[in-house]
């Protein structure tokens, strides 16, 4: 962590400073000096470990933003579980963002209306597994990711035709 | 494995209006039978509980084989063989006529008596008795016998209907139903109530229970549950997909898709002891098993060669054979008692049809024409395939005979139908 070292790297510095004051006089002073010397040190680093904490909080917001710019679903073509270019640059900004924190996530994969039932439940387990494999290619631990399907029993477009198909064929990361 | 044995009070709420079905005859055969059911003579006291000569009456006429006569067209309502005048029958052009009588405000007795008016003879007579509460059930097994005696196939009247109905709720969650009926859709029960999905219901051979896919968990789970003591368990709770529950013909196996070893694969479950044996093994979708009556195959769904067809597993060998080459899209097979007619959703032209296939001749025949048509159900007489279907955005069950030659629909009052799964006989 970036402003730890910051704070560290101050803390040093502070330590060196008293000592070298304290050898090199013996008078009140000087002593007195290094006192002064001390406390803007310690200044310094207390400026330096905020400056990087709010450096860390704008990068996490860059993250977010970009996480909620890309939303949190995705779609996919008709019968088909591959991520498309679109997907994929979606999936990456949760990527990024799930690489600085622990959370979990679930990805609930769906499908449209047309073919049977249970078929359609293992084609929404496929997208969400595809999603899956592809935040576990990239650096996220499998056990922090749950995968289920609701094949086609969660339409968000209840209509039929191409325009409400496509909008339930999708995997949903909450 | 968790296994939690729920003893669920079933609570046995009838629906009003809300899920009922309702039957409107679409299409029947050319030259259906003309039968006069007469009114049944009601021997107790009071009011008749029932009016078993109606529900006789609807039931032939669902089958689609059979006119009945309008009430308002007969000239004398005999319900003794002596009060049969068949001049008066010949005079409306009816082929047979059905009288009968009932008694028994607690304890129910049917006597019924059909006659054929051309060759002026009674040609059956029976009885059926039961409790009083029992009063449709009881016109439904005179109907299976009526049935059986004009067109040489046992009737499946006296049967149930299970299917999920769904409520939507534009502002939150939906309301999931399964629902028991009557195979006339008369006498609805709400079997489960839940905000998540409800699918797959399935019968076990003797009618006394049946499995289910249920969400209630958030995940998907199987679920046995007794009709009879309400007593309900689940039998899964694995990583992901639970489905497509199938009891065996003997009731002690039930099959079933897990895909917790990676893809989805078919699994075999003794009920005894809960032990699962996989018994296929591939990269694809393997799913929607359904036995043979014999027990000794399975067919089920794999898109193992690219696209979804049905193959068959046959459990002494191990081996698999594909058995549908016809078309892109073959799903979800339900085999008929005689092991031969295999109902599946069948893809043509873009459109998903409800098809039959002939293991003996290799025949698929398309059996309907409107689209987006799944979840065959084929009824234990091998008569009629019940099935979901959409009618307009809604979606709704329809039924079509074998041949293709019969057709109805059975759309709720109110939100949408699917699942449908036909009983077997119920012992009695």
């Given at each position: 962590?970036?402003?730890?070292?910051?704070?560290?790297?101050?803390?040093?510095?502070?330590?060196?400073?008293?000592?070298?004051?304290?050898?090199?006089?013996?008078?009140?002073?000087?002593?007195?000096?290094?006192?002064?010397?001390?406390?803007?040190?310690?200044?310094?680093?207390?400026?330096?470990?905020?400056?990087?904490?709010?450096?860390?909080?704008?990068?996490?917001?860059?993250?977010?933003?970009?996480?909620?710019?890309?939303?949190?679903?995705?779609?996919?073509?008709?019968?088909?579980?591959?991520?498309?270019?679109?997907?994929?640059?979606?999936?990456?900004?949760?990527?990024?963002?799930?690489?600085?924190?622990?959370?979990?996530?679930?990805?609930?994969?769906?499908?449209?209306?047309?073919?049977?039932?249970?078929?359609?439940?293992?084609?929404?387990?496929?997208?969400?597994?595809?999603?899956?494999?592809?935040?576990?290619?990239?650096?996220?631990?499998?056990?922090?990711?749950?995968?289920?399907?609701?094949?086609?029993?969660?339409?968000?477009?209840?209509?039929?035709?191409?325009?409400?198909?496509?909008?339930?064929?999708?995997?949903?990361?909450? | 494995?968790?296994?939690?044995?729920?003893?669920?009070?079933?609570?046995?709420?009838?629906?009003?209006?809300?899920?009922?079905l309702v039957i409107e005859i679409t299409q029947g055969v050319d030259?259906p039978t003309a039968i006069?059911?007469?009114?049944?003579?009601?021997?107790?006291?009071?009011?008749?509980?029932?009016?078993?000569?109606q529900?006789?009456q609807g039931d032939l006429a669902r089958s689609g084989q059979f006119a009945p006569?309008d009430?308002?067209?007969?000239?004398?309502?005999?319900?003794?063989?002596?009060?049969?005048?068949?001049?008066?029958?010949?005079?409306?052009?009816?082929?047979?006529?059905?009288?009968?009588?009932?008694?028994?405000?607690?304890?129910?007795?049917?006597?019924?008596?059909?006659?054929?008016?051309?060759?002026?003879?009674?040609?059956?007579?029976?009885?059926?008795?039961?409790?009083?509460?029992?009063?449709?059930?009881?016109?439904?097994?005179?109907s299976?016998?009526?049935?059986?005696?004009?067109?040489?196939?046992?009737?499946?009247f006296?049967?149930?209907?299970?299917?999920?109905?769904?409520?939507?709720?534009?502002?939150?969650?939906?309301?999931?139903?399964?629902?028991?009926?009557?195979s006339d859709g008369?006498?609805?029960?709400?079997?489960?109530?839940?905000?998540?999905?409800?699918?797959?219901?399935?019968?076990?051979?003797?009618?006394?229970?049946?499995?289910?896919?249920?969400?209630?968990?958030?995940?998907?789970?199987?679920?046995?549950?007794?009709?009879?003591?309400?007593?309900?368990?689940?039998?899964?709770?694995?990583?992901?997909?639970?489905?497509?529950?199938?009891?065996?013909?003997?009731?002690?196996?039930?099959?079933?898709?897990?895909?917790?070893?990676?893809?989805?694969?078919?699994?075999?479950?003794?009920?005894?002891?809960?032990?699962?044996?996989?018994?296929?093994?591939?990269?694809?979708?393997?799913?929607?098993?359904?036995?043979?009556?014999?027990?000794?195959?399975?067919?089920?769904?794999?898109?193992?060669?690219?696209?979804?067809?049905?193959?068959?597993?046959?459990?002494?060998?191990?081996?698999?054979?594909?058995?549908?080459?016809?078309?892109?899209?073959?799903?979800?097979?339900?085999?008929?008692?005689?092991?031969?007619?295999?109902?599946?959703?069948?893809?043509?032209?873009?459109?998903?049809?409800?098809?039959?296939?002939?293991?003996?001749?290799?025949?698929?025949?398309?059996?309907t024409?409107t689209?987006?048509?799944?979840?065959?159900?084929?009824?234990?007489?091998?008569s009629m395939v019940l099935?979901?279907?959409?009618s307009?955005?809604?979606?709704i069950l329809a039924a079509v005979s074998?041949?293709g030659g019969v057709k109805f629909r059975l759309p709720?009052?109110?939100?949408?139908?699917?699942?449908?799964?036909?009983?077997?006989?119920?012992?009695?």
């Open positions: 962590m970036k402003h730890i070292n910051v704070a560290g790297k101050a803390l040093t510095l502070l330590f060196t400073a008293a000592f070298l004051v304290a050898c090199s006089s013996s008078d009140t002073k000087e002593a007195d000096d290094a006192a002064a010397a001390a406390a803007a040190a310690a200044a310094a680093a207390e400026e330096a470990d905020r400056a990087a904490r709010a450096e860390a909080e704008r990068q996490a917001r860059v993250l977010q933003d970009a996480v909620d710019a890309v939303g949190n679903v995705f779609y996919f073509e008709f019968d088909s579980s591959n991520l498309t270019a679109d997907a994929q640059r979606m999936v990456d900004a949760h990527i990024a963002l799930l690489s600085t924190n622990d959370k979990t996530v679930r990805l609930e994969g769906h499908t449209d209306e047309r073919g049977t039932r249970e078929y359609n439940m293992a084609l929404g387990e496929r997208r969400a597994n595809s999603v899956r494999d592809y935040m576990v290619a990239n650096g996220i631990a499998s056990y922090r990711i749950e995968t289920v399907s609701y094949g086609e029993e969660q339409p968000v477009a209840y209509g039929s035709g191409e325009s409400n198909w496509s909008q339930n064929r999708r995997v949903e990361l909450k | 494995m968790t296994r939690i044995i729920l003893s669920l009070v079933l609570t046995l709420v009838t629906l009003g209006a809300r899920a009922e030259n006069a059911v007469s009114p049944f003579a009601w021997q107790g006291g009071g009011t008749a509980p029932e009016d078993i000569a529900v006789v006569v009430r308002r067209d007969m000239l004398g309502r005999p319900s003794t063989e002596k009060e049969v005048f068949y001049r008066d029958w010949r005079a409306i052009s009816a082929e047979y006529l059905l009288i009968g009588r009932v008694s028994g405000t607690e304890q129910m007795r049917i006597e019924y008596e059909l006659f054929d008016v051309n060759r002026q003879a009674k040609v059956f007579d029976g009885t059926e008795t039961g409790p009083a509460s029992e009063a449709r059930m009881l016109a439904h097994r005179v299976d016998k009526i049935y059986e005696k004009l067109t040489g196939i046992p009737g499946a006296a049967t149930r209907l299970l299917y999920v109905s769904v409520t939507r709720n534009p502002t939150g969650k939906d309301y999931y139903r399964l629902t028991l009926a009557d008369a006498r609805p029960i709400v079997l489960l109530e839940s905000r998540e999905p409800i699918l797959a219901p399935s019968w076990s051979p003797d009618g006394s229970e049946i499995a289910y896919v249920s969400f209630e968990t958030t995940r998907p789970a199987i679920f046995r549950q007794n009709l009879a003591t309400g007593q309900r368990e689940q039998l899964t709770n694995f990583k992901g997909l639970n489905s497509s529950p199938a009891w065996s013909p003997d009731g002690k196996t039930m099959a079933m898709v897990l895909s917790k070893d990676g893809s989805p694969d078919l699994y075999l479950m003794d009920l005894a002891s809960k032990r699962l044996t996989r018994i296929t093994r591939h990269y694809a979708i393997d799913t929607e098993p359904t036995w043979m009556p014999d027990g000794k195959s399975l067919l089920f769904t794999s898109d193992r060669g690219g696209r979804p067809q049905i193959y068959r597993y046959d459990l002494r060998s191990g081996t698999t054979e594909r058995v549908t080459y016809e078309g892109a899209y073959n799903a979800r097979a339900r085999v008929a008692q005689d092991g031969r007619n295999v109902v599946v959703v069948h893809q043509s032209n873009g459109r998903f049809h409800i098809a039959i296939y002939d293991l003996v001749t290799n025949r698929m025949q398309v059996l024409s689209e987006l048509d799944e979840s065959p159900s084929i009824a234990p007489n091998g099935y979901a279907t959409k307009g955005d809604r979606g074998v041949d709720a009052r109110e939100g949408d139908v699917r699942e449908p799964a036909w009983s077997p006989y119920m012992s009695r």
